[in-house]
Nanobody, 122 residues
Framework: QVQFVESGGGLVQPGGSLRLSCAAS????????MGWYRQVPGNQRELVAR???????NYAASVKGRFTISRDNAKNTVYLQMNSLKPEDTAVYYC????????????????WGQGTQVTVSS
């Protein structure tokens, strides 16, 4: 069973930084397109950033220039470096992924991890 475990969230002041990590269980992680998502209660989960197996990346307009997604295939881990955080970045952040041959932005995953809470507040 595919599992992803997120960590690194916390409380940070506006303008601060956090680095999220996502440890993945799939043996074939290196062929997965991985995404970071976030969800605020009452809202739909949104795709924040994604990284393809070869390292190409895409970002939501709201985070472009502030967030950076990266991956370490040797460690089966994907990261989200978040800088210049704003109160509107407050959400539970999740990672998920699928083989790149099947992934698309609206991909419907069978399950999600627990996520990690990010709170941006003074």
């Amino acid at each position: 069973q595919v599992q992803f475990v997120e960590s690194g969230g916390g409380l940070v002041q506006p303008g601060g930084s956090l680095r999220l990590s996502c440890a993945a269980s799939p043996r074939l992680f290196s062929i997965y397109t991985m995404g970071w998502y976030r969800q605020v209660p009452g809202n739909q989960r949104e795709l924040v950033a994604r990284i393809a197996p070869g390292g190409s990346t895409n970002y939501a307009a709201s985070v472009k220039g502030r967030f950076t997604i990266s991956r370490d295939n040797a460690k089966n881990t994907v990261y989200l470096q978040m800088n210049s955080l704003k109160p509107e970045d407050t959400a539970v952040y999740y990672c998920n992924g699928a083989p790149s041959s099947t992934w698309y932005p609206g991909y419907q995953y069978d399950s999600w991890g627990q996520g990690t809470q990010v709170t941006v507040s003074s």
